[in-house]
């Protein structure tokens, strides 16, 4: 079955260290990944997706198949970077999402 | 372009009543999904229309339902409800169905409901 991981269900971090959201999926095919994000207070919008590989808000996420990971990561975190990450997965066909658990970034002054 | 639309935003309903769920998509769009959020569950698919067409559906008891209609716009049905059916319901759309490449999903800011 398919199933997304993350293992942090909240993460904290000092305003200019560098951030790494975890997410592991299982599925041996050929998955589409996906970072969501929702800010206090608002809908939940897409961050960024694997095949598009951008960059977006300075957040990064490289998908590791070896590994079956999807990684969201940023140099640099900022106070505006605080909110609620979830990995997603879709796969050709199944016509669902598959989201994680969630991880909370709060990030520190 | 206006947004995914659910009405209502907030509910709160009776152990044993059943309750409605509306979701206008984008102007466009023909697929429409549904999510259930809890805090420790987080987002848990329930369904995905497409044309009309109900083409997956999450592991949710047969009292959650779900129709389509003809101009996109969808609705949810949850019956006999029980206490841990409170949650946040969220819609969402595509301009596609689910999976297809490159389909973005956009949510609606969701239905509050609350069982008690």
């Known amino acids: 079955a398919q199933r997304v991981t993350q293992p942090e269900k909240l993460l904290s971090v000092f305003k200019g260290a560098p951030v790494e959201l975890k997410c592991n999926y299982s599925?041996?095919?050929?998955?589409?990944l996906f970072w969501y994000v929702q800010y206090s207070r608002q809908r939940l919008q897409l961050l960024l997706r694997?095949?598009s590989r951008e960059s977006i808000k300075g957040f990064t996420a490289d998908l590791n198949k070896g590994e079956t990971s999807f990684h969201l990561k940023k140099p640099f975190a900022q106070e505006e970077d605080s909110a609620m990450y979830y990995c997603?997965?879709?796969?050709?066909?199944?016509?669902?999402?598959?989201f994680g658990t969630g991880t909370r970034l709060k990030v520190l002054a | 372009k206006a947004g995914v639309t659910q009405t209502p935003r907030y509910l709160i309903k009776t152990r044993g009543q059943q309750v409605t769920l509306s979701c206008s998509p984008i102007?466009?769009?023909?697929?429409v999904s549904w999510y259930q959020q809890t805090p420790g569950q987080g987002l848990q698919f329930l369904f995905e229309?497409?044309?009309?067409?109900?083409?997956n559906k999450g592991n949710f008891p047969g009292r959650f339902s779900g129709r389509q209609f003809s101009n996109s716009r969808s609705e949810m049905n949850v019956s006999t409800l029980e206490l841990g059916d409170s949650a946040l319901y969220l819609c969402?759309?595509?301009?596609?169905?689910?999976?297809?490449?490159?389909?973005?999903?956009?949510f609606g800011e969701g239905s509050w409901l609350t069982v008690v």
């Open positions: 969402a759309s595509s301009l596609g169905p689910l999976g297809g490449s490159g389909n973005t999903i956009y």
């Open positions: 599925y041996s095919g050929s998955p589409e």
């Open positions: 694997h095949i």
């Open positions: 997603a997965l879709t796969t050709s066909g199944t016509y669902k999402y598959i």
């Open positions: 102007s466009g769009h023909r697929s």
């Open positions: 229309y497409f044309s009309e067409t109900q083409r």
